[in-house]
């Protein structure tokens, strides 16, 4: 496949006022690419375009969508060379016992947001090569008593970018799934941790380091949590049942 020049990108931040989104939209702008940020909320947004403007004179273009609205995906205009979902929410609450409003909400957002943008794009007829860029969670790889809906909706995702991976070469799309380990964010603000937290800079670096070598791919970021999973995942019941994580 013959890789798309870096001056001609439209690149789509899907998530873009958070930790990770912003990383991302600065390392494209950065790059010379032209941005499309989307958020729920235009007035985080506003002051991420103006500065990105300033110091890269990029051309940035903002749209606002709330996920947790049904359709919401069909508001985007969707002309991109390369999309990012670094979009995502979790909850206080997030056990077996959560209501039937609150569980559509998380599967919305987490991953009906991320599946209904890529169906419509992969819908329309296209000339150039899309590439699709994804981010899990190291909360997927074995269900838990705590964050059961986040946990659902990131392995609905692995499941869904395994298919698109399978039918990368027909549809003309690179797909990339990025499992985040832990992350300094609001996301992760007041969480109790087993292991240090990356900066998000340091993740959108390597997201762009990755994407710029491979044409496609599932890992983790850091590296390290691939083997930390594998143990998970191996751990008999007996014993993985007893775990408060
Ligand atoms: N932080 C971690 O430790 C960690 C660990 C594993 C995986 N991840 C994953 O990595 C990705 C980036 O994480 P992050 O920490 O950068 O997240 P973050 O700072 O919380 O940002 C999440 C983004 O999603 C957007 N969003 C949330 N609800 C939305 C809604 N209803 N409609 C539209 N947009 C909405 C937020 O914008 P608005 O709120 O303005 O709408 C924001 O731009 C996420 O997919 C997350 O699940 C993070």
Redesign the pocket.
């Known amino acids: 496949m013959s890789m798309v020049s870096q001056e001609s990108l439209r690149v789509f931040v ?9 990383c991302l939209a600065e390392e494209e702008a950065a790059r010379g690419s032209n941005l499309v940020l ?4 235009l007035r ?2 506003l002051p991420i375009q103006a500065d990105l403007i300033l110091k890269y004179k990029a051309k940035v273009e903002i749209v606002s ?4 609205e049904s359709r ?1 995906s069909s508001k985007i205009e969707l002309n991109g060379d390369r999309y990012y ?6 909850m206080e609450l997030d056990l077996l016992g959560t209501t039937s409003e609150k569980i559509e ?1 998380m599967m ?3 991953f009906l ?1 991320v599946a209904s943008i890529i169906g419509n794009i992969l819908s329309e007829p296209r000339q150039r090569r899309v590439d699709i860029i ?6 997927e790889t074995r269900g838990r008593a705590n964050n059961v809906y ?1 946990s659902a909706a ?1 392995r609905a995702l692995t499941s869904l970018f395994e298919s698109l991976r399978h039918g990368a070469k027909k549809e003309n799309l690179r797909p990339y799934l ?11 603000y007041g ?1 109790k941790m087993l292991f240090p ?1 990356v900066a ?1 800079k340091d993740v959108a670096k390597a997201v762009l380091h990755f994407i710029n070598t491979k044409e496609a791919g599932i890992v983790y970021l850091p590296r390290y949590w691939y083997w930390i999973c594998i143990i998970v995942r191996k751990l008999p019941w007996i014993i993985y049942q007893k775990l408060n994580f």
């Open positions: 899907v998530g873009a006022s958070g930790s990770l989104g912003r989307v958020a729920s909320d985080d947004l969508v709330d996920f947790r919401a979902f670094p979009v995502g929410a979790t909400r919305r957002v987490n947001s994804g981010f899990g969670s190291i909360a986040y990131k990025f499992h985040v380990g832990y992350m300094r964010s609001q996301l992760s969480k937290a998000s």
